[in-house]
């Protein structure tokens, strides 16, 4: 019996994945995640790692989202392997580029963003409003990709 429908692997999806990474996983990379998710629906695959995982989401982080209506609250930092580099077709990196392996054929960002940690809520509606910006360009630019 095949696995393949008309020529193509039922598991493989065709959509584009965007993998977010950030040293804890706990702020900026949660807030990409969750901004790509709001706004691009099921049409982009979204996953988040960090170098170095906290125990838990910022909770400055899920108030500035919660303010804008998206919820993040149940999101857990997760450690960033290789499979999940080798898995996503954007890698966008965000203070931990280094620590991120490379793979030929993929495309890698690097996103200058202010590290929400220790912050009050002031100082994080302007990063989680930057990184709606570029999400929306992120999502512009792989809607004519296809």
């Not at 040293?23 to 990379?29: D, K, P």
Request: with cysteine; aromatic share 4%; hydrophobic share 40%.
């Amino acid at each position: 019996m095949s696995s393949t429908i008309d020529g193509k692997d039922p598991l493989v999806s065709d959509k584009p994945s965007v993998l977010f990474v950030c040293v804890h996983n706990a702020g900026r990379s949660q807030m990409a995640a969750g901004w790509l998710a709001h706004l691009a629906g099921d049409r982009i695959e979204v996953r988040s790692a960090g170098s170095a995982p906290a125990e838990t989401i910022n909770p400055v982080a899920v108030e500035a989202m919660a303010e804008v209506g998206i919820d993040i609250a149940g999101a857990t930092p997760k450690i960033l392997t290789t499979e999940a580099v080798q898995d996503s077709d954007v890698v966008i990196t965000m203070g931990c580029g280094d620590a991120c392996p490379y793979f030929p054929g993929k495309r890698y960002e690097d996103w200058k963003l202010d590290d929400p940690a220790g912050q009050g809520i002031e100082a994080v509606r302007p990063i989680r409003d930057e990184i709606r910006t570029r999400i929306e360009q992120l999502i512009s630019e792989l809607d004519s990709g296809r």
